[in-house]
């Protein structure tokens, strides 16, 4: 039989105030703890405020930066990426790799200025294939102790240089950018292929 003292439903109720943080759109109740405003706030907001100091401009739920500010930060590490020498028509623009300068000039709509496409830009690197170490690779599995010939030194050049010959081209964006002077021929010819006036 059980100990249990008996607790019956007419005298099992209390009436209480509750009070704590809800959402005013949702109503979701989030409690009266620490960060209960904060997530009661958060909820079905839009925007908040910038935290950026000395910003009175409202930054999109998820960021904690306006768009003013976004770009103004996007704006100043792109200017400090360095000018590099630049002597093909291969680019980089945002990410994107274009063969000729030219074609990515002719797809867009309104040209850019030099300045403004030598910071949105970067100069292509060719990327090359991994060497093989050739004594590495053959004494990984072999038994302790084992020696090579003399003529590995040479195999290890003569299949890298075949590796190099057969691998295909593949270009990544440098930490370089073009610098506006060399931009400004290509753009003006396409300001003139479309015929503005200067």
């Avoid at 000729?100 to 403004?116: F, I």
């Avoid at 060719?126 to 590495?136: Q, T, Y």
Wanted: glycine share 6%.
């Amino acid at each position: 039989m059980s100990n249990k003292e008996p607790r019956p439903y007419e005298g099992n109720a209390e009436r209480v105030t509750v009070t704590g943080w809800k959402c005013m759109h949702c109503r979701a109740f989030y409690g009266n703890v620490d960060g209960s405003k904060h997530r009661a706030s958060w909820c079905c907001c839009t925007d908040r405020p910038c935290e950026i100091e000395g910003c009175d401009g409202r930054a999109s739920k998820g960021y904690v930066a306006c768009q003013d500010c976004q770009a103004k930060e996007h704006r100043r590490r792109e200017e400090a990426v360095p000018v590099g020498a630049w002597d093909t028509d291969e680019i980089f623009v945002n990410g994107d790799l274009y063969y000729q300068l030219c074609d990515y000039l002719g797809d867009c709509e309104e040209l850019p200025t030099a300045e403004s496409l030598s910071l949105d830009c970067s100069i292509p690197m060719r990327v090359l294939a991994p060497k093989i170490d050739l004594e590495d690779f053959i004494l990984s599995d072999a038994p302790e102790g084992c020696e090579l010939s003399d003529d590995v030194a040479q195999a290890e050049a003569d299949i890298n240089a075949i590796i190099e010959r057969v691998s295909p081209n593949w270009w990544e964006g440098s930490n370089a950018r073009p610098s506006p002077d060399a931009l400004r021929p290509y753009i003006e010819a396409e300001r003139k292929s479309r015929g503005y006036d200067d």
